[in-house]
């Protein structure tokens, strides 16, 4: 199938959307219906799911009904109208059938049988609720976030990036020491499922590159502001996004069968995850103009030499070695690690959050490029063998 040439025009949007309705098993996002349910379903939680979470369920669901929030702004003694008014007003100009999806995704996650995922015990073999493709357990003082989607190599899926958030909000609060982010099967992960970007709400492609900067910008949010130490076990290799991410850990420990690839000028697309400013700072302009310009693929040994990877382990024996380091570490005082993580993060966060910001913005635009869109297409069209 041959895709598109010259400006991004009717051509290439139908042709998105031809491709798009062969892959769909969901265009038009949460029904009324769903919605509804979704708000019975929270009257019937069993658990008090926490306040962060009802201001997300507030916000959602004020968004949903009414639109962005346009009423005046409470004064700072009146604590809990303010809260309100804060996260409902976070959601900007978010579209009401997104912020309906939102909910809905929100208390399908809350409502699984596992309820919350910030309930993990220790030695515990917990899923996040919502769905299998982000399990978390915790154990030995270790909270480990694994992808889990190992027959499409662990891509990340619009309520992957949800459930994440959710999970290290919870890491966060949990009586764990660190915490680690790995993957299932032979992947860590390859990436932004980019089938993400044909989920067309009725607001069309512009609504979804809208939401998709929001969901990410939060995401990426929650990495700059984790508080405990967060280790990244790459078993695998990382295609995008689990690639950029990695200059927000506090340490990279890799399997030699890793390798590290950012083809965003090869998608049309942009660093993320801050990689922007963390890359040229941890391995020089030059070095980082290689990966994030021109897509060169880094092995695990070329990472570490570039000090994007803490260390490499033979695959052999990696999960092995990684793991009784990782319970050692975990033994050390979790105040101390806590807040000399701060000292070291503290002077940057302002700056890693403006830049995420930036990040965001420009990529919501490259989502509707040509560029994007052709490569997108193509993907999409060698999936289906077209
Ligand atoms: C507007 C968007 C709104 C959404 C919100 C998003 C907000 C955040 C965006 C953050 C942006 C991040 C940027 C990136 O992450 S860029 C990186 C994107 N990833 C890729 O380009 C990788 C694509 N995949 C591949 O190139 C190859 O699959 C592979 C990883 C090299 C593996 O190749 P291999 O031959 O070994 O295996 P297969 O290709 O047969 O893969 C097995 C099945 O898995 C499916 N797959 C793999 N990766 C992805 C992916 N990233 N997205 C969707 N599906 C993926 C693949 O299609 C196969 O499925 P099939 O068996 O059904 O055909």
């Avoid at 379903?41 to 968004?63: F, H, I, R, S, T």
Wanted: proline fraction near 6%; hydrophobic fraction near 40%.
């Amino acid at each position: 199938m041959a895709f598109v040439t010259g400006r991004l025009g009717r051509p290439l949007r139908s042709s998105l959307l031809q491709v798009v309705q062969l892959h769909l098993s969901r265009t038009m996002g949460a029904s009324q219906e769903d919605f509804e349910n979704a708000m019975n379903q929270v009257k019937l939680l069993k658990k008090d799911p926490g306040n962060e979470v009802k201001l997300k369920l507030y916000a959602l669901y004020k968004q949903a009904t009414e639109g962005p929030c346009s009423i005046p702004k409470p004064g700072v003694f009146d604590f809990v109208n303010k809260a309100k008014w804060d996260a409902w007003n976070a959601l900007g100009s978010l579209p009401k059938e997104t912020a309906r999806q939102n909910y809905v995704d929100l208390v399908s996650s809350l409502s699984s049988p596992s309820e919350s995922s910030s309930h993990v015990e220790p030695g515990t073999d917990q899923k996040t609720p919502g769905s299998e493709d982000v399990v978390v357990t915790s154990e030995d003082g270790i909270t480990k976030i694994m992808f889990n989607r190992p027959a499409q190599k662990n891509a990340i899926t619009t309520q992957m990036y949800r459930e994440i958030i959710l999970a290290l909000e919870a890491a966060s609060k949990d009586n764990s020491t660190i915490t680690v982010i790995t993957g299932n099967g032979d992947y860590y992960s390859s990436g932004n499922d980019l089938t993400n970007f044909t989920k067309i709400p009725p607001g069309g492609i512009e609504e979804v590159a809208k939401s998709g900067a929001v969901l990410l910008r939060e995401f990426v949010d929650c990495f700059i502001d984790f508080p405990k130490p967060l280790i990244a076990v790459v078993n695998g290799p990382a295609v995008g996004i689990p690639v950029t991410l990695l200059g927000l850990f506090d340490a990279v420990y890799a399997s030699d069968r890793a390798t590290f690839h950012t083809p965003f000028s090869h998608l049309g697309q942009t660093a993320e995850g801050c990689s922007s400013y963390t890359f040229p700072k941890i391995m020089g302009p030059a070095k980082a103009t290689e990966m994030l310009i021109f897509g060169k693929k880094l092995t695990a040994r070329e990472a570490c030499a570039q000090g994007l990877v803490t260390e490499v382990f033979p695959e052999s024996t990696f999960q092995k070695e990684v793991w009784a380091r990782l319970k050692a570490y975990a033994k050390l005082p979790p105040n101390a690690m806590k807040i000399s993580k701060e000292l070291i993060r503290s002077n940057e966060k302002e700056k890693l959050h403006a830049i995420n910001a930036e990040e965001c913005t420009i990529l919501q635009g490259r989502w509707l490029s040509d560029e994007c869109m052709n490569a997108i297409v193509n993907f999409l069209s060698r999936k289906a063998k077209l």
